[in-house]
């Protein structure tokens, strides 16, 4: 079984800021994890994802995130905040086979302060 | 061309009537899944069909229905609806979706007055 631990439902950083979401993970087997964002009315977008491999990974509109099984923890990050990063910020989990659910955590909403 | 397309975009309607919500992807994928947003943005997976195979099947009333004509097409039948039925339905597809993640649709809002 998998579960998603995001902490702070809501998150706000001045523009040009570092923004840094958190997720911690559960899972009986080796995981695959997932960001996704949802802007306001929109359906989702995967951010990012890490699979196998290097731990660190990059993705879209300057994000990444790092594997660290010892923490248990996929946290997101940005250098620097911009206005169009204003969403809904959301880590899910997966086994590593199969079609198995990906399970989602409860999202984090991110404001930028101007 | 969307890859992952829902109708209707919004929904209202009585409690006690039943409504459909169709889902069309043009990604080839083979799995197609339901998922419920509620209000407070919390997803909930309802249903999964792999190749028009019904693989994933949460606890959901029985009358939510799910149907697929071809691993192209998932529909969400409900019938005799209710007020806590309100919320969003996102459709999504995938190919081996535990490696590449999944596609969404833009997401029905159903509300039931």
């Known amino acids: 079984a998998q579960s998603v631990t995001q902490l702070g439902s809501h998150v706000s950083v001045s523009e040009g800021a570092l923004v840094l979401l958190r997720c911690n993970y559960s899972?009986?087997?080796?995981?695959?994890l997932f960001w996704y964002v949802q802007y306001p009315n929109q359906g989702l977008q995967l951010l990012l994802k890490y699979t196998t491999g290097a731990t660190l990974v990059k993705g879209i509109n300057g994000f990444e995130a790092e594997f660290k099984k010892s923490e248990t923890s996929f946290h997101l990050t940005k250098p620097s905040a911009h206005m169009s990063d204003a969403a809904e910020y959301f880590c899910a989990v997966s086994p590593n086979f199969g079609n198995e659910k990906l399970t989602f955590g409860t999202g984090t909403r991110l404001t930028i302060i101007p | 061309d969307t890859a992952v397309s829902q109708t209707p975009k919004y929904l209202v309607t009585q409690m006690g009537n039943d409504k459909s919500i169709k889902c069309e992807q043009n990604?080839?994928?083979?799995?197609m899944y339901w998922y419920k947003q509620d209000s407070k943005k919390f997803l909930k997976i309802m249903f999964s069909y792999n190749n028009k195979e019904l693989i994933i099947n949460e606890t959901v009333p029985n009358r939510f229905s799910p149907k697929s004509p071809d691993k192209a097409h998932l529909n969400l039948h409900i019938n005799s609806l209710e007020l806590g039925d309100s919320a969003v339905y996102f459709c999504?597809?995938?190919?081996?979706?535990?490696?590449?993640?999944?596609?969404f649709g833009s997401g029905t809002r159903l509300t039931v007055v």
């Open positions: 899972s009986s087997v080796p995981p695959y």
């Open positions: 990604l080839g994928h083979d799995t």
């Open positions: 999504a597809s995938s190919q081996e979706g535990y490696r590449y993640g999944y596609t």
